[in-house]
């Protein structure tokens, strides 16, 4: 499996799910972005695109060819050999009142789970971190202002405890959403953040079995 990311909250992961024999990669693009935000919106053939919540930054798989399959609700889902569960959660800490619903996605393929937490405003309950439990790459935003943040962000990954952390929307070069923050802050709160950025992450399943967690900061391929 192998994960890019373009930046803000979409991630491209490329996988062989098991049964499909050895052809082409199942593509899935999570939460693409328009223009907009000041960067360039994701490019290539998707087969599966999650969407979080449908703000602009988070929702415009027009930008991606072919004929994706589009998961935008919660619920349980089997697409071309991938299982995906979405959890229902919150934009803010008002219940949706403020920024409405926000979707969290289970990905699930060659026996590594993936959980995306979109743009996730708020502390997860007992409910919620039993679907999520056991999950090895957790997504995480960490910059706000709309999502978590710094501390905030550090406390979702204490309680899902993962083995790679993946931290998202935070401030880049040429991003110009307002207020948003740089990972610094959730770094210091974390304390295991490497200096250098990867461009791309290639994961298998026996390479996380025996692993302690691991924070993988990103080279963006639109900043």
């Given at each position: 499996m192998t994960i890019?990311?373009y930046g803000?909250?979409?991630?491209?992961i490329s996988?062989?799910?098991e049964g499909?024999?050895?052809?082409?990669?199942i593509?899935?693009?999570t939460?693409?972005?328009?223009k907009?935000?000041?960067?360039?919106p994701p490019?290539?053939?998707a087969?599966i695109?999650?969407?979080?919540h449908?703000?602009?930054?988070h929702?415009n798989p027009?930008?991606l060819?072919?004929?994706p399959?589009v998961?935008d609700?919660p619920g349980?889902?089997s697409?071309?050999?991938?299982?995906i569960?979405?959890?229902?959660s919150?934009?803010?800490?008002?219940?949706g009142?403020?920024?409405g619903?926000?979707?969290i996605f289970?990905?699930?393929?060659?026996g590594?789970?993936i959980?995306?937490l979109?743009?996730?405003?708020?502390?997860?309950d007992k409910?919620?971190?039993?679907?999520?439990?056991g999950?090895d790459v957790?997504?995480v935003?960490?910059?706000?202002?709309?999502?978590l943040k710094?501390?905030?962000a550090?406390?979702?990954?204490?309680a899902?405890?993962?083995?790679?952390v993946?931290p998202?929307?935070?401030?880049i070069?040429g991003?110009?959403?307002?207020?948003i923050e740089?990972e610094?802050?959730?770094c210091?709160?974390?304390?295991t953040?490497p200096?250098?950025?990867?461009?791309k992450?290639?994961?298998?399943?026996k390479?996380?079995?025996d692993?302690?967690?691991?924070v993988?900061?990103?080279?963006a391929?639109?900043?």
């Amino acid at each position: 499996m192998t994960i890019q990311w373009y930046g803000h909250s979409c991630f491209k992961i490329s996988t062989k799910p098991e049964g499909r024999g050895s052809g082409e990669d199942i593509v899935i693009f999570t939460d693409p972005f328009d223009k907009s935000i000041g960067l360039r919106p994701p490019q290539g053939k998707a087969d599966i695109i999650t969407i979080s919540h449908p703000h602009s930054d988070h929702n415009n798989p027009g930008a991606l060819r072919g004929e994706p399959t589009v998961v935008d609700l919660p619920g349980e889902y089997s697409v071309k050999g991938i299982s995906i569960t979405g959890i229902n959660s919150f934009h803010d800490k008002a219940q949706g009142a403020e920024r409405g619903l926000n979707t969290i996605f289970i990905l699930e393929s060659e026996g590594i789970r993936i959980c995306h937490l979109g743009d996730l405003g708020t502390a997860l309950d007992k409910k919620q971190l039993e679907e999520i439990n056991g999950v090895d790459v957790l997504m995480v935003p960490v910059g706000g202002p709309f999502s978590l943040k710094g501390k905030e962000a550090e406390a979702v990954v204490e309680a899902i405890d993962p083995k790679v952390v993946l931290p998202m929307h935070y401030k880049i070069a040429g991003i110009k959403i307002k207020n948003i923050e740089d990972e610094k802050a959730f770094c210091k709160e974390i304390g295991t953040c490497p200096k250098e950025k990867q461009a791309k992450l290639v994961l298998k399943k026996k390479d996380l079995e025996d692993m302690e967690r691991k924070v993988v900061l990103m080279e963006a391929l639109s900043s």
